[in-house]
Nanobody, 125 residues
Framework: QVQLVESGGGSVQAGGSLRLSCAAS????????MSWFRQPPGKQREGLAAISTGGRGVYYVDSVKGRFTISQDHAKNTVYLQMNSLKAEDTAMYYC??????????????????WGRGTQVTVSS
């Protein structure tokens, strides 16, 4: 059973930092696309960053490029999202996702078909 468990969310002031974690289990971790999404209040979910757990690279959308960093720890089957210079508009529920049984570039956010329950990030200005 695929499980993705996010943690690390919280409340922070604008300009601050948070690191989100996503612990993966229930499937072969290697050679998968994993990503971070967010859903602000009243808005649609959007993809932010993606990583190939097989080492084929990372991808960021423009709105977070230079502020957010996606990384992984193979030994822990965990993907991270380091978020710096946070802004009020970064307030959202943040989700981890993986694509299983589908092929395509990790940057194609429509491929992701398994999701965690999310962790809330609130940035006050």
């Amino acid at each position: 059973q695929v499980q993705l468990v996010e943690s690390g969310g919280g409340s922070v002031q604008a300009g601050g930092s948070l690191r989100l974690s996503c612990a993966a289990s229930g499937y072969p971790y290697r050679n998968k696309c994993m990503s971070w999404f967010r859903q602000p209040p009243g808005k649609q979910r959007e993809g932010l960053a993606a990583i190939s757990t097989g080492g084929r690279g990372v991808y960021y959308v423009d709105s977070v490029k230079g502020r957010f960093t996606i990384s992984q720890d193979h030994a822990k089957n965990t993907v991270y999202l380091q978020m710096n210079s946070l802004k009020a508009e970064d307030t959202a529920m943040y989700y981890c996702a993986v694509t299983i049984g589908r092929s395509g570039p990790c940057s194609l956010f429509s491929l992701y078909n398994y999701w965690g329950r999310g962790t809330q990030v609130t940035v006050s200005s």
